[in-house]
């Protein structure tokens, strides 16, 4: 206690130094108002608690906890809160009492009621207990503005408890308020919140023809399409969606026996024929783009499927916003790619390739996260799947790799971790190029960590020198990517599965810039105009 009351002096004498007259005037000014302002003796407890429930960030923590349990945009904005926590409490207490210090206000003035129980000793500007709390409602109001709402009145009543009970004069709070929050605006400019992440580029807009009430447009409809969450939010029948929409339209239901590729590639030759379109899954459209593409058709999607991966991607959130882009004639241009498999003719590919355990993952993921949430989802089937698989062996140019998967995206997914979920553009060509390694030390355990601590806090350590590779997942970006798979293993492809021969193949995929036409609405971009 000795060497406190020794730097009091130098304390009160660097505050006096370094603020200047009037601001010293002004807290003298709020202090004594405050002090001489009668509050009842309830209130003066319940705020003494409170700061004190904030000593070493324990009711941060503690609310942190809860919004992390309760999941989704509260856990991230649990793990940003946090993370910003840490930090705005070195800089407040390790750099900014260092710099500035100061003495605090004398407790003489300040009601007995309203003391703290014990008296803080260290320099007084700034308030960590207000840097902390501001660090950590910003990084959840980034991530959650819903549980936000909860956490900002808290952190109020804590900034001026700090006040109210004499441990701070009113400069330090401020100042602790603005290095919370400077510290969470940092936090977001080099790690994006989860937001930033889905804004969706655009791309290039283009004008099609306009298929008055659908003149001009072949269009196939897969009735066994949509048996999972996203038929909910359809019309019953899509068919009948198309025909009182577009009733000019040449509609082809598709039934078993049906040459899907057939379908298309006679009616690209028909005269009149100006687009063609699919109502089905990921691996319908994608027969489709690939026979638009080599007709020099535009392509209109109707999302139709369970899923329906390269419509949302695409922005197109609906049948209502397809046939708004029909009658329009508004359109964009998107990156596909193309894959030769043993030599086979090329075929396109709008979302993803893989071989080994990702399309297990995902699949069994997907069949969970509705009941208990992503992350619980991804956690579960990342311990059905590795329990029971074996990592594959495939050969690239520079040697053999033994992994539990390889998976190649059409542009770049987020996060960049295990299980990518979405795409921010259609139009940076690039594959995205991820693989996780069996042939190092702990590869399962090392896996399932990765799974265990979530998409954005396992993409958040990617971005930490040294602490990235330790999580397993090689991550790459190119404009190719050729490689052979050594063993008899499945090759998935927008949600289609081709086996391989035991003897293995080889397979080439690259980029096909802005090759692809597709009918969108260009709704969003004209209300953001306005």
């Given amino acids: 206690m000795l060497l406190p009351r020794v730097l009091r002096p130098i304390h009160a004498q660097r505050r006096a130094r370094v603020l200047p007259d009037w601001l010293l005037s002004l807290d003298r000014t709020i202090g004594s108002r405050i002090n001489a302002h009668a509050t009842p003796a309830a209130v003066d407890t319940a705020l003494s608690r409170l700061s004190q429930a904030a000593d070493h960030s324990k009711l941060w923590f503690a609310i942190g906890g809860v919004l992390f349990l309760v999941g989704g945009r509260s856990r991230s904005g649990a793990v940003r809160g946090l993370a910003g926590l840490a930090v705005a409490s070195a800089v407040s207490n390790l750099v900014g009492k260092s710099l500035f210090g100061g003495d605090r206000p004398l407790l003489s003035d300040v009601p007995v009621g309203r003391r703290l129980r014990r008296t803080p000793t260290s320099p007084s500007f700034p308030s960590g207990h207000s840097a902390s709390a501001a660090a950590f409602a910003t990084g959840?109001?980034?991530?959650?503005?819903?549980?936000?709402?909860?956490?900002?009145?808290l952190t109020a009543a804590v900034a001026y408890s700090r006040i109210h009970t004499g441990a701070h004069w009113?400069?330090?709070?401020?100042?602790?308020?603005?290095?919370?929050?400077?510290?969470?605006?940092?936090?977001?400019?080099?790690?994006?919140?989860?937001h930033q992440l889905r804004r969706r580029d655009p791309g290039p807009r283009v004008s099609l023809p306009v298929l008055d009430e659908g003149a001009g447009l072949f269009v196939v409809v897969n009735p066994s399409s949509g048996s999972g969450r996203a038929s909910a939010a359809l019309d019953p029948d899509p068919e009948q969606q198309i025909r009182r929409a577009l009733p000019r339209a040449d509609i082809h239901v598709l039934t078993p026996g049906d040459d899907l590729a057939g379908l298309f590639r006679e009616a690209a030759k028909q005269p009149g024929v100006l687009a063609l379109g699919m109502s089905g899954g990921d691996g319908s459209v994608a027969v489709a783009a690939h026979a638009a593409r080599t007709a020099d058709l535009p392509l209109v999607v109707f999302p139709g499927g369970t899923l329906n991966h390269f419509a949302g991607a695409a922005g197109i959130d609906s049948f209502a916003d397809t046939i708004?882009?029909?009658?329009?004639?508004?359109?964009?241009?998107?990156?596909?790619?193309?894959?030769?498999?043993d030599g086979d003719?090329?075929?396109?590919?709008?979302?993803t390739a893989s071989i080994g355990v990702y399309p297990e993952l995902v699949e069994e993921r997907e069949k969970l996260e509705d009941k208990i949430g992503k992350w619980p989802a991804a956690l579960v089937a990342g311990h059905k799947v590795l329990r029971r698989s074996e990592p594959v062996e495939f050969r690239r140019q520079d040697g053999p790799v033994r992994s539990w998967t390889?998976?190649?995206g059409v542009n770049r997914y987020h996060p960049r971790n295990i299980i990518p979920l979405s795409r921010r553009s259609l139009s940076d060509n690039l594959l995205d190029i991820r693989s996780i390694r069996a042939d190092v030390s702990a590869s399962r355990l090392r896996v399932f960590a990765n799974l265990a601590l979530g998409s954005y806090l396992s993409s958040w350590l990617r971005s930490v020198p040294g602490v990235g590779t330790l999580l397993a997942v090689h991550t790459e970006t190119r404009t190719t990517m050729d490689f052979r798979v050594d063993a008899s293993v499945a090759f998935a492809h927008d949600g289609e599965v081709r086996e391989a021969a035991p003897a293995g193949f080889p397979v080439s995929i690259v980029t096909v810039p802005g090759q692809l036409r597709i009918y969108r609405s260009d709704r969003k971009r004209r209300r953001t105009v306005k």
Avoid: K
């Fill in 345 to 351: 003719d090329p075929i396109t590919v709008l979302n």
């Fill in 324 to 341: 708004e882009a029909v009658q329009r004639g508004e359109g964009t241009t998107v990156d596909v790619a193309e894959a030769r498999i």
């Fill in 406 to 408: 390889l998976f190649v």
């Fill in 170 to 194: 009113a400069s330090d709070v401020v100042g602790g308020l603005a290095i919370g929050i400077g510290v969470a605006l940092v936090g977001r400019a080099l790690v994006p919140t989860r």
């Fill in 140 to 153: 959840v109001a980034l991530e959650s503005p819903a549980a936000s709402a909860v956490v900002a009145p």
